[in-house]
């Protein structure tokens, strides 16, 4: 880790809790990355509520109807806190392609799934749980992974599984996956800033698989 601490940018729409999850790692004194700077699309965002209460500049960058223009006004903001990645917690907008390869290999996301199942356009919050319990499935997860065009199908760098149990309800799996969501972040954004888990390296071995 040259010069420092890992420059994190996080980008949110809603409450926030992987936010946290990410702030309350970094105060370790031996956690190599820091939050710089948190942006949401939406002014109330609960997340701003946290960044601002830990002491973390909170930017609103709101949507636009051309995402390009979204993605150059949020790199704007990303640059003027030298950002160096940008990991998405419960953002709900897809990035445009022009942003996505200017940070190519530098933005990661968490799913509340074992992708590839239950992941792609659409499958967000309460909908990805409904469509495990729907499926019969005995086991979920979440997954940390890297974001490429694709939506939820870039390289995976973590996954964490739960059981889904036979009374299970949306609340109490979402609730039961939101605690391995909130260890497996921190833990994976570790790897991926100490180089322990390589964008290339992974983008490769999934091709070699193809
Ligand atoms: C999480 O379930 C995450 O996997 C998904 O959106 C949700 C965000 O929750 N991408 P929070 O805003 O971090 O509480």
């Known amino acids: 880790m ?3 601490r890992a420059r994190l940018a996080v980008l949110v729409s809603g409450r926030g809790t992987n ?3 990410i702030l309350d790692a970094t105060r370790a004194p031996d956690y190599p990355a820091e939050v710089v700077v948190v942006v949401s699309d939406r002014p109330g965002a609960y997340a701003l509520e946290r960044a601002r209460q830990a002491g973390v500049p909170a930017h609103v960058v709101p949507w636009s109807r051309d995402p390009a223009d979204f993605g150059r006004r949020l790199a704007e903001v990303l640059d003027a806190h030298q950002a160096q990645w940008v990991c998405l917690a419960g953002f709900l907008r897809i990035l445009p392609p022009e942003f996505v ?3 190519r290999g530098r933005i990661l996301n968490i799913h509340p ?3 590839p199942a239950f992941g792609g356009r659409g499958m967000y919050g309460e909908r990805v749980h409904q469509a495990v319990l729907a499926s019969g499935a005995v086991e979920s997860g979440c997954t940390v992974h890297f974001v490429t065009e694709d939506v939820d199908a870039g390289p ?4 964490a599984r739960v059981p889904v149990l036979p009374d299970d309800t949306v609340e109490t799996l979402a609730a039961r996956v939101a605690e391995q969501e909130h260890r497996l972040y921190p833990e ?13 390296d992974l983008a490769a071995a999934e091709q070699l698989a193809r």
Do not use: W
């Not at 995976?156 to 996954?159: G, S």
């Not at 994976?188 to 888990?197: N, Y």
């Open 2 to 4: 040259r010069g420092g």
């Open 19 to 21: 936010l946290q999850a």
């Open 101 to 103: 390869q200017r940070y």
């Open 113 to 115: 799934s074992l992708l």
């Open 156 to 159: 995976v760098v973590a996954q």
């Open 188 to 200: 994976a954004i570790r790897r991926v800033v100490t180089g322990q888990v390589r964008f290339d």
